[in-house]
Structures are given as structure tokens and as C-alpha cells.
């Protein structure tokens, strides 16, 4: 492989590392139709302002952003290049994992756990909580006292688990098939296990305590 390639794909997984983030995504997509102030994209994500602030900077570093100064506000708008086209091309293949996470889930008839349903749980210390993100993600971020058990480890680590204790699994967002199919496996096991919905990054963005890397 040329130089030229290995720097070509070494940008692209710089830029994808960018745009895997639940946040960030939601903030390019308002973006998208037009110029928005800070306080202005707080109130329509719901993020926090140290939060929208934070992803901001990130998006426009990587130029998927721009500023300009009004006054005493900073505007946001797309930066240039089929910024566009790609956040179309993103939203198909989310509604492609959509189907086959309606595939997956098939046949299974238990809802999966909500963000507050597990907090409180997790307060309760009435419930494990695993995350099968590889272990790089999870040394990144990760919910307070979870394990960290990526996907293709699952079956071989089964033991590390307890036996009489509710799972709930998660993985990156919630699209992402792998606390699904980690789920499937753990039941198949007698264990009990439901998923949670939103994932990782909409944890965080919704302001619930997470664990980070110093």
C-alpha cells in the first residue's frame, strides 16, 4: 500500500472517529439548515452549553464547521465540502441498521431499558451493567461500574458475569448491533438481559454520570 493511501485512510478514520458521536451528529444535522449561535443549538439539541461548546470546537477543527463573529454571538454553519451528502449517506445506512436491529429483535418481546430506568437501577445496585465496546472505547468513557466485555470476548468470558443478576448490555449508540446480538447470546446462556436503548454516547449527551480517561 502506498504512503499516499495509508494517509488517505488514516484522514478518513480521523474524520469518522469525529462524526461517532451521537451529539455531534445531531449538531451537524440542525447546522445544516442554516447559521445558529451556541445558545441558540443548546436549546434545540438539549445539550448542555459545555457540552454543545465542546463538540463544536471538535467539528471545527476537523472543518466540518465554520464560525464568524455577530456581535458579541459566534454563528455556526457547515463547513465546505458534501458535508451535506454525507450526513444523507449516514442516515441511510442508520435506517439499514435500523432494519436489522428490527430483524434481531424479532420474536423477542422484552423492551429495552431506558437511560433514567438503569440510573436508578445502577443507584439501586440492583442490576450489572456490561459494555461491549471494544476495550479502547471503554477506557475512553464508560458508565459507572460496568463491565467491560467487548462483543467477540462474550462467549469464551460468560463466567466473569453473575449468574442471578439482571444484565443490561450496551454498546455505542442506538443503532449499534452489538448489545443486541450480546443480548441474544447472554439469553441463550439463562441469563437475564435487556439492552439499553439509547447507548453510550446519548447517555452522556443527556448528562448522566459516565466514567472518563484523565
Keep these: ?65 465554520q464560525a464568524r463573529r455577530d456581535g458579541k454571538r459566534v454563528l455556526y454553519r457547515l463547513g465546505s465540502g458534501p458535508i451535506v451528502q454525507l450526513l444523507a449517506a449516514l442516515d441511510v445506512y442508520a435506517q439499514h441498521q435500523r432494519s436489522e436491529l428490527q430483524a434481531l429483535g424479532r420474536g423477542d418481546h422484552v423492551e429495552a431499558i431506558t437511560g433514567d430506568e438503569l440510573h436508578e437501577r ?19 468513557g464508560h458508565l459507572p461500574g460496568a463491565i467491560n466485555i467487548p462483543f467477540d470476548d462474550l462467549q469464551r468470558r460468560l463466567g466473569e458475569l453473575p449468574a442471578n443478576a439482571e444484565i443490561a448490555a450496551y454498546c455505542r449508540g442506538p443503532y449499534c448491533v452489538l448489545s443486541v446480538q450480546a443480548v441474544a447470546a447472554l439469553r441463550q446462556h439463562g441469563l437475564q438481559a435487556r439492552r439499553l436503548g439509547s447507548g453510550y454516547d446519548d447517555w452522556q449527551a443527556a448528562g448522566l454520570p459516565v466514567v472518563q480517561a484523565a
Design 1 to 65: 500500500m502506498k504512503n499516499s493511501d495509508i494517509e488517505l485512510l488514516t484522514g478518513s478514520a480521523g474524520f469518522a472517529h469525529i462524526l461517532g458521536s451521537a451529539p455531534r451528529l445531531r449538531l451537524l444535522e440542525q447546522i445544516a439548515h442554516g447559521e445558529y449561535a451556541v445558545e441558540q443549538l443548546v436549546e434545540l439539541t438539549g445539550l448542555s452549553v459545555a457540552n454543545t461548546s465542546q463538540h463544536l470546537q471538535q467539528l471545527r477543527r476537523a472543518g466540518f464547521v
Design 122 to 140: 445502577m443507584r439501586e445496585a440492583s442490576i450489572t451493567v456490561l459494555d461491549v465496546r471494544p476495550a479502547q472505547e471503554f477506557a475512553a
